[in-house]
């Protein structure tokens, strides 16, 4: 009798000891699971980071050199179409953007102004115009041109781009309308296509991630994933809508607020540049088309700037003159950009000069880097030339008061 008590008393620990070990060998499986989905996720933010770092850059020095083309252009017909490739560029860059925001899962930046409807309706439209032209399908826009909407005009014109190109995309013949008119204090705009239609089961699941429309991978996912987050982002919605009477295609509903008088000063709608202030700054930008289109384009906005490709260059110049401004980037050769903020700030001592990065790298780290070094500001590539001036007059006004 003692014996089989033991056994049963020896069997009992055995198994409370196997579950101990089993319920432990789970957690851990449990951490080095979220580990490595951690670790994952921490590689796949520093690869898209990396790779909008190589487009950036690029890009910024493209789109420069698209806007003075465009300026020294005599033909109108040339600045129409450097314009449209310079929107392009533009919203390629506000593509990326999207990608790393919605890698990260952060709120979309917007920068809201009263913008009017007809003119980005067909901003967009003239994008699309030349190959509906060549498919012979007729695009059509109407609406009162006195509707101003309240919006960022890239988003906006993110969020019409890819309805007009969803409807070039699955219409074979026939029409695409843009229309748009006044509703409850709203304004409504649609995009009406001739093409196939979408199922009544499909018309939420368009809006996720990943959702497609064809199996042969027509797809409308993210595009019009992130374009609802843009949308509501800006007060407004995007829907699918039942076809206008008489056609048979897909027909989306754009929902907009209405801009009032106070909501931003008229002269944002026709984007008259601003001066860049009578501080005197000096650029540092190691790229030879980045810096060359920058610095045209300030000096164009009569701003007092000079420029230099390396720290090295840089440093006499800064150090001759308290008062001079720096605009530099992060990634200079030998003397890096951080490296180069640290030794001013060591230098300048009580005295706080204003010292702004221009960069490609969007790293929250990075940026956070930067402002630890003693950068005042982090500015992220491309930019316009109006939000810079805006960005360089806001310091010209602190040394004032």
């Given at each position: 009798?003692?014996?089989?008590?033991?056994?049963?008393?020896?069997?009992?620990?055995?198994?409370?000891?196997?579950?101990?070990?089993?319920?432990?060998?789970?957690?851990?499986?449990?951490?080095?699971?979220?580990?490595?989905?951690?670790?994952?996720?921490?590689?796949?933010?520093?690869?898209?980071?990396?790779?909008?770092?190589?487009?950036?850059?690029?890009?910024?020095?493209?789109?420069?050199?698209?806007?003075?083309?465009?300026?020294?252009?005599?033909?109108?017909?040339?600045?129409?179409?450097?314009?449209?490739?310079?929107?392009?560029?533009?919203?390629?860059?506000?593509?990326?953007?999207?990608?790393?925001?919605?890698?990260?899962?952060?709120?979309?930046?917007?920068?809201?102004?009263?913008?009017?409807?007809?003119?980005?309706?067909?901003?967009?439209?003239?994008?699309?115009r030349p190959q509906a032209q060549a498919r012979g399908i007729e695009m059509?826009?109407?609406?009162?041109?006195?509707?101003?909407?309240?919006?960022?005009?890239?988003?906006?014109?993110q969020i019409l781009d890819n309805l007009m190109g969803n409807a070039l995309?699955?219409?074979?013949?026939?029409?695409?309308?843009?229309?748009?008119?006044?509703?409850?204090?709203?304004?409504?705009?649609?995009?009406?296509?001739?093409?196939?239609?979408?199922?009544?089961?499909?018309?939420?699941?368009?809006?996720?991630?990943?959702?497609?429309?064809?199996?042969?991978?027509?797809?409308?996912?993210?595009?019009?994933?992130?374009?609802?987050?843009?949308?509501?982002?800006?007060?407004?919605?995007?829907?699918?809508?039942?076809?206008?009477?008489?056609?048979?295609?897909?027909?989306?509903?754009?929902?907009?607020?209405?801009?009032?008088?106070?909501?931003?000063?008229?002269?944002?709608?026709?984007?008259?540049?601003?001066?860049?202030?009578?501080?005197?700054?000096?650029?540092?930008?190691?790229?030879?088309?980045?810096?060359?289109?920058?610095?045209?384009?300030?000096?164009?906005?009569?701003?007092?700037?000079?420029?230099?490709?390396?720290?090295?260059?840089?440093?006499?110049?800064?150090?001759?003159?308290?008062?001079?401004?720096?605009?530099?980037?992060?990634?200079?050769?030998?003397?890096?950009?951080?490296?180069?903020?640290?030794?001013?700030?060591?230098?300048?001592?009580?005295?706080?000069?204003?010292?702004?990065?221009?960069?490609?790298?969007?790293?929250?780290?990075?940026?956070?880097?930067?402002?630890?070094?003693?950068?005042?500001?982090?500015?992220?590539?491309?930019?316009?030339?109006?939000?810079?001036?805006?960005?360089?007059?806001?310091?010209?006004?602190?040394?004032?008061?």
């Amino acid at each position: 009798l003692w014996l089989a008590l033991l056994a049963l008393i020896l069997w009992l620990w055995q198994r409370l000891h196997d579950r101990r070990l089993q319920a432990a060998h789970a957690l851990e499986v449990q951490r080095q699971k979220a580990e490595w989905a951690q670790d994952s996720a921490a590689r796949t933010n520093r690869f898209l980071a990396h790779l909008s770092h190589e487009i950036r850059n690029p890009l910024s020095g493209l789109l420069g050199l698209l806007r003075i083309a465009e300026s020294e252009s005599d033909e109108p017909k040339q600045q129409q179409r450097l314009a449209l490739v310079r929107s392009a560029g533009q919203q390629i860059a506000a593509l990326v953007e999207d990608v790393l925001v919605h890698a990260r899962r952060e709120p979309l930046p917007l920068r809201l102004e009263t913008l009017n409807l007809q003119a980005l309706a067909s901003e967009a439209a003239d994008r699309h115009r030349p190959q509906a032209q060549a498919r012979g399908i007729e695009m059509i826009l109407s609406g009162s041109p006195d509707h101003s909407v309240l919006g960022d005009r890239t988003r906006l014109l993110q969020i019409l781009d890819n309805l007009m190109g969803n409807a070039l995309k699955f219409t074979e013949r026939g029409q695409i309308q843009v229309g748009w008119e006044a509703s409850g204090g709203q304004v409504l705009l649609w995009v009406q296509d001739d093409g196939p239609g979408i199922p009544s089961d499909r018309r939420e699941t368009i809006f996720a991630e990943r959702g497609q429309l064809q199996a042969d991978g027509r797809g409308l996912g993210l595009g019009l994933s992130i374009a609802r987050q843009l949308a509501e982002a800006m007060g407004g919605d995007l829907v699918l809508a039942d076809p206008m009477p008489g056609r048979r295609g897909a027909r989306f509903l754009l929902r907009l607020r209405t801009a009032d008088r106070q909501d931003a000063p008229a002269e944002s709608a026709a984007h008259i540049r601003p001066p860049c202030g009578n501080r005197r700054w000096l650029l540092v930008e190691d790229d030879p088309v980045q810096r060359a289109s920058l610095m045209h384009e300030l000096t164009a906005a009569d701003l007092q700037v000079e420029a230099a490709s390396n720290a090295l260059t840089a440093l006499p110049q800064l150090q001759a003159d308290p008062e001079l401004g720096l605009l530099t980037d992060l990634g200079l050769p030998e003397i890096d950009g951080l490296t180069l903020i640290r030794m001013l700030r060591a230098q300048d001592g009580t005295h706080h000069r204003p010292i702004l990065v221009l960069t490609g790298r969007v790293l929250p780290e990075e940026q956070r880097a930067a402002i630890q070094a003693g950068a005042d500001r982090v500015l992220a590539k491309p930019i316009e030339p109006e939000r810079l001036c805006q960005v360089l007059t806001e310091y010209d006004l602190r040394q004032d008061a």
